[in-house]
């Protein structure tokens, strides 16, 4: 292979166990194994030096690494990617949190794997990722720049005209370094009964976060090939290499016909962020947004904003005078200086709306409408 053609790499080789790892297919006729028995510590961290120098040689020089560890030689790892590629090319030790049950544990379960992220350089590629902000955050008060004081005491920022001014659109928290994936429960749709098997929200994370369309993805120990489906999936071009030869005919054939498993976990997660109001939230699924909590003005803001500037949504609520529910809208978008308002209307009346507010109809308000009815 050549230098320099890699621009991510994704390392998950045998984590020194020390027994031979067996599963079944769904289908129980087909079965995969491979061997994580090592003579020495010494033996296994020549074999994995011996192909990170490899990796190394064949990444860009904007290029990042990801080696999944487990916990029996997580030490000797960071070592060695400390001499392959310098302390100074370390980015992140990520833990990848998950819940598995068991009730044979003595002792405290294992509910983590780490993940050590390197660049071959200090000038590499890194996609921003971003994670919903807390429900306790007053999300509009974050719309509103600070400043120190002749006390070094932190204060909003104000015009001339003693109004706040905007700090610009918030897209949420940034990604930290603990990732609340689930791990593949047996009966997951995409487990193929290799055994390991990452699941693909995982890989598609990683690779989202270090690369770009059309760059080329390395997994050298590809496995069931969940690297290569999540690369292909965003648009990248994948290389596995693995030393069984029915891994690599499970990989191709993942290739073929990818199946991706709907985390039910995962979106009540997501959901759970969403309590300022979730009825009203629902009728703004398909939006992306922030939801705003403690604000009796606002529901959401549109991550995109507007030039910008903030753009604020808000549902009237049943029984609420449209009239009074706009004028909420109005008052707390002033207060965050937001470029646009939208109300939902849920019940169809009559009175004067507060000037920069803009109107749109709920289905079921549109219906009642146009029946001549009333709610």
């Avoid at 999936?233 to 693995?242: E, H, K, M, N, T």
């Avoid at 199946?259 to 997501?270: D, K, Q």
């Avoid at 705003?292 to 803001?301: I, M, Q």
Wanted: some cysteine; hydrophobic content about 40%; proline content about 7%.
């Amino acid at each position: 292979m050549a230098d320099g053609i890699v621009h991510l790499a994704y390392l998950d080789p045998p984590f020194a166990t020390g027994r031979v790892h067996r599963l079944s297919a769904r289908d129980r006729t087909t079965a995969y194994e491979f061997d994580d028995v090592w003579e020495t510590p010494e033996a296994y961290g020549a074999f994995l030096r011996a192909r990170l120098v490899e990796v190394r040689r064949v990444l860009a020089d904007s290029g990042s690494l990801f080696f999944h560890c487990g916990r029996d030689a997580g030490h000797l790892v960071r070592v060695l990617l400390d001499e392959v590629f310098g302390p100074e090319r370390f980015r992140s030790e990520i833990v990848w949190h998950y819940r598995r049950w068991s009730s044979g544990v003595r002792g405290l379960l294992p509910a983590h794997q780490t993940i050590h992220y390197y660049t071959k350089t200090g000038d590499f590629v890194f996609n921003p990722a971003w994670e919903p902000y807390s429900p306790a955050t007053n999300v509009d008060q974050l719309l509103q720049r600070r400043r120190r004081d002749e006390a070094s005491k932190s204060v909003y920022a104000r015009d001339e005209g003693g109004r706040p001014i905007p700090s610009g659109v918030k897209r949420g928290v940034p990604l930290g370094d603990v990732w609340d994936l689930p791990y593949l429960n047996p009966k997951a749709r995409e487990r193929t009964g290799y055994p390991t098997q990452k699941p693909l929200a995982l890989l598609e994370r990683i690779v989202a976060l270090a690369s770009r369309p059309g760059d080329v993805v390395l997994d050298p120990f590809c496995g069931s090939g969940t690297t290569l489906v999540a690369a292909v999936a965003l648009g990248r071009r994948a290389i596995g290499i693995d030393a069984s030869e029915a891994a690599v005919a499970l990989a191709r054939t993942r290739l073929e016909r990818p199946v991706r498993t709907a985390s039910r976990l995962m979106e009540r997660g997501r959901e759970s962020y969403r309590t300022a109001d979730p009825e009203s939230l629902g009728l703004l699924a398909g939006l992306d947004l922030v939801p705003v909590h403690r604000n009796a003005g606002v529901d959401a803001l549109l991550k995109s904003g507007d030039d910008g500037r903030p753009v604020a949504v808000r549902v009237q609520r049943p029984g609420e005078p449209l009239a009074e529910a706009a004028a909420k809208l109005r008052r707390a978008g002033a207060s965050m200086q937001a470029a646009r308002l939208f109300l939902i209307v849920r019940e169809p009346g009559d009175g004067p709306m507060p000037e920069g507010v803009e109107v749109i109809e709920a289905p079921a308000a549109t219906i009642l409408r146009a029946l001549g009815g009333d709610v």
